[in-house]
Every structure is written in structure tokens, then in C-alpha cells.
């Protein structure tokens, strides 16, 4: 394995790692971050619970509890939980496990499932010296960073487009965008460097924050190649920038040979990961979680305790149970046969797309991950009413392009489209009733 390594320094816990041996460039560690003076005025308030502190205590052999207010197991109709899985048959969760999964139980989420998650991340990252906050969906982990890192007035550095769920959580924090250019590789590196360059303090703080999605982005489908997640990452440590790496699609890379993330290129401790089962369980399950320095992941911890308490126990317990049955080669097989399918339907998406669109609009093709496409329409100005109204009364749903763009930017003739449910004949007629309307218009 790698030496890894800690240190204290007067202000918090900093570590370091060595570079993964596969990549053929590595970053040299920067002076530690100054991770205190990244907090929001509201996260630099945040307390322990003094109920929430007792629960690892309940683990002590022996010990008897009258302190936190966990209610009686005797109460709780459920005895047993039992479940099916494709392949292998009906499994049960252990009297044990469903007597945790059903009580209160740790903000940072269930000490076994998230030992299990440590390994992944230890072995898939090299972050073994990182901790790890299970959140209910990767979205409240991404939304709890933001509400970490950012004031009212601070600037953030996101992709140009960049996800509509993001924006609707940043918009109300009062919080001033720094957009940076896409192409059909991701974010773009110059842009990024010539952006923080050439800042104009008297326009507004200089962003400390950049939130990027390198991996299948949602909405424009494009993946970083690691050239550019590199470049990405050297410019962060000479910015001082901290890295919001959201990445649900990371194992829906079409490739068997995964890009190594920019968490596996973090010397500083300056990468904040975040990642779901939402795309290779269950969206519904609503598990996901979050893996960076120990000082920011107790900060997420804290809110959590503060809000949700903590993530599904039931949730996570069918996750650990499915994932400790497969192992990690039952899981890169499961994950191996979604990126088979998700890459099936690109092939659908982009044929249909050659077919019908081919003179009326523009659209990626290097496609090499996740579940969108993002195509520019041709003699739009605003996708907007075309897609909102008129395409929906032809019966088609796509997403305009102005939900992924802050509030007050200009028109777009961009559209979103999924191509992650609709089978290869709806894909083909979806496709023939957008084309039919672009023609009307010229």
C-alpha cells in the first residue's frame, strides 16, 4: 500500500499522501489549507450535540444508558426485514443488524456500512487518511458543503452549464456565481486559471470554492480527462481553492478503465467528494455519502446532527448487506453491467440524434459516461417557450437549458435530454417530434 500519514498543526488535523503510483504526473503537497478560515460564519458556530455525543458511548461493553431518549425496540412492530435480489434470491438482514437499522444510530451513518465505504474509497481513491459522512442522497451532502463553505456575498466558481438542483440550493445563500466555460471535455482548465488570474477584487471576494460534476455532467454529459483534472488541481493549490468534486456518475463510465477522480489526486486535503447509490442501487434508497479531510467532514457531521439526525438506518443496512453479499468483485460486475446498459442507450441516443437532427442541431458526441445529452438547437435564440410548451404539447420532455444557468443569464438554445429510460423506438419518435418543430421554425 501507500505510506500515508498524519501530522497536528496548532489549528486542526492536515494529512498528506503519496501520489497515486499510476499516474504519471503528481502534485507535491502545498502549505496545509487554512481549513478554519474556509468556514461559513454559520458552520464555524456549529456545536456537538451533547445527546448526539453520547451514541458512540452505547458501543461500550457493559454499559447501562438512562441518558439519550431512544425509544423502546420492545415497541416497534418490525421483527425482520427480507428482500429480493436479481440473480441471487431473497435475503435477510440479521436480528442484529435490523435491531440498529431500526434505532437511532451514528450522524456519520452506520459504523459497518461505513467501514465497507472506507475500504471502496481507500482502494478506488487512495484515501485511506480521509473520513466518511453518509448522507441521505449525495444532494444533502453537496447542499450541506455549500451551506459550509459559502456567505451571503461570497463568490463560487461553478461549471458553465452546471446542475439545476445545485443552483436551486446555492440561489437562496445570496451568493455570487463565477461561471466558468464547458466544452465537450468538461470544465476548461484555461478558463478556470484566467478566471482567478486575473481577478478584480473590487467586483466581489475572490471565490474559494470551485464545485464541479467531471464525470458524465449533468447537464452536458462531458467527462474530465484526468490531463485536465491535473490542471484543474494544480490551479486550486495555487489559488488556495477548495474542490467540490460531485461525481453520482462516476461509476457509470462507459469505459472498464474508470479516470481516476480528483479526490485520488489530492496531496492538500482540499478535495471534498461526494458520491450516490442513487444510479447503481437505488434512487429511491436515498443513501449517499461524503469523503474528505476530517475537518470538513466533522463539520458535515455537525449540521447533520443539527438536522436529519442521521441517514436511514434501514437504508443503509440493506445497502451493507447487498454490497458485503457481492464483495468488491460482485460489485464492479453489478457496476460493469449498468455502464453496459447506459452505453447502449448513448448508442440509441446519438444514432437517433445523427438521423433526425443532423442539419437542425449540434450535440456532444464523446459521450463516455452517465445518462444526458445536451444539444444546441440551431436558429433558437431561447429554448425555453419551444420546449416548455410547444414540444410538450407534441408530447416530448426535455429539459430547456436555461434550468442549468443562474438566475439572470442570458437566453440559451440549449436542451437537456435524458436518454436513461425511454427504449430505442420512444427515443427514435421523441428525437422525429423535436426535428419536426425545429423545421417549423425556418
Given amino acids: 500500500g501507500h505510506h500515508l500519514a498524519w501530522r497536528r498543526d496548532s489549528r486542526t488535523m492536515a494529512f498528506w499522501k503519496a501520489p497515486r503510483r499510476l499516474l504519471s504526473t503528481t502534485h507535491v503537497r502545498a502549505a496545509t489549507p487554512d481549513f478554519a478560515s474556509f ?8 456545536k456537538p450535540s451533547p445527546i448526539r455525543a453520547l451514541q458512540p458511548l452505547l458501543r461500550i461493553p457493559g454499559i447501562i444508558s438512562l441518558g439519550g431518549g431512544m425509544p423502546n425496540p420492545a415497541t416497534f412492530p418490525l421483527e425482520g426485514i427480507s428482500f429480493s435480489i436479481k440473480g441471487i434470491g431473497n435475503m435477510a438482514l440479521s ?3 435490523v435491531e440498529a437499522a431500526l434505532q437511532y444510530s451514528p450522524t ?10 472506507k475500504s471502496l474509497q481507500t482502494s478506488e481513491h487512495n484515501a485511506g487518511n480521509a473520513d466518511i459522512c453518509v448522507t441521505t442522497g449525495s444532494q444533502e451532502g453537496v447542499s450541506r458543503a455549500f451551506q459550509m ?5 461570497d463568490s463560487i466558481l461553478v461549471e458553465s452549464p452546471t446542475y439545476s438542483g445545485s443552483l436551486a440550493c446555492l440561489q437562496p445563500l445570496g451568493v455570487q456565481f463565477v461561471q466558468v ?5 468538461g470544465l476548461v482548465p484555461e478558463k478556470l486559471a484566467e478566471a482567478l488570474d486575473s481577478w478584480d477584487s473590487s467586483k466581489g471576494k475572490k471565490p474559494r470554492v470551485l464545485y464541479t460534476i467531471p464525470t458524465g455532467g449533468n447537464p452536458t454529459g462531458a467527462s474530465m480527462p484526468i490531463e485536465r483534472k491535473r490542471q484543474v488541481y494544480a490551479i486550486a493549490q495555487k489559488h488556495d481553492i477548495i474542490i467540490l468534486e460531485d461525481d453520482p456518475y462516476y461509476y457509470l463510465q462507459y469505459s472498464p478503465a474508470r479516470i481516476p477522480s480528483l479526490l ?8 471534498i467528494r461526494f458520491d450516490s447509490f442513487s444510479k447503481i442501487l437505488s434512487a429511491g434508497i ?3 455519502f461524503v469523503t474528505g479531510h476530517p475537518f470538513f467532514i466533522d463539520r458535515i457531521q455537525l449540521h447533520g446532527q443539527a438536522s436529519s439526525l442521521h441517514p436511514s438506518g434501514i437504508s443503509q443496512a440493506i445497502c451493507a448487506r447487498i ?3 457481492w464483495g468488491r468483485a460482485g460489485f464492479e460486475a453489478h457496476v460493469q453491467s449498468i455502464c453496459k446498459f447506459y452505453s447502449g442507450q448513448r448508442d440509441v441516443f446519438l444514432s437517433s440524434a445523427k438521423t433526425h437532427l443532423t442539419g437542425l442541431a449540434d450535440w456532444n458526441d464523446n459521450i463516455n459516461a452517465g445518462m444526458f445529452g445536451w444539444v444546441r438547437l440551431r436558429g433558437v435564440q431561447d429554448s425555453f417557450e419551444l420546449i416548455s410548451k410547444r414540444a410538450v404539447e407534441q408530447k416530448v420532455l426535455l429539459v430547456p437549458g436555461n434550468a442549468f444557468f443562474p438566475e439572470g443569464s442570458p437566453a440559451t438554445n440549449c436542451v437537456r435530454a435524458s436518454f436513461s429510460t425511454a427504449n430505442a423506438a420512444d427515443m427514435n419518435e421523441a428525437l422525429t417530434r423535436l426535428a419536426k418543430l425545429l423545421r417549423e421554425l425556418h
Avoid at 39 to 46: E, G, Y
Avoid at 264 to 271: F, Q
Fill in 181 to 185: 466555460p464547458t466544452d465537450d471535455l
Fill in 149 to 153: 463553505l459559502l456567505n451571503e456575498g
Fill in 264 to 271: 485520488s489526486l489530492d496531496v492538500d486535503g482540499r478535495v
Fill in 108 to 117: 456519520t451513518g452506520l459504523p459497518q456500512f461505513v467501514d465497507w465505504l
Fill in 39 to 46: 468556514l461559513s460564519r454559520t458552520s464555524a458556530r456549529r
Fill in 323 to 325: 454490497l458485503e453479499m
Fill in 95 to 97: 436480528r442484529q443488524t
Fill in 286 to 288: 436515498r443513501v449517499g
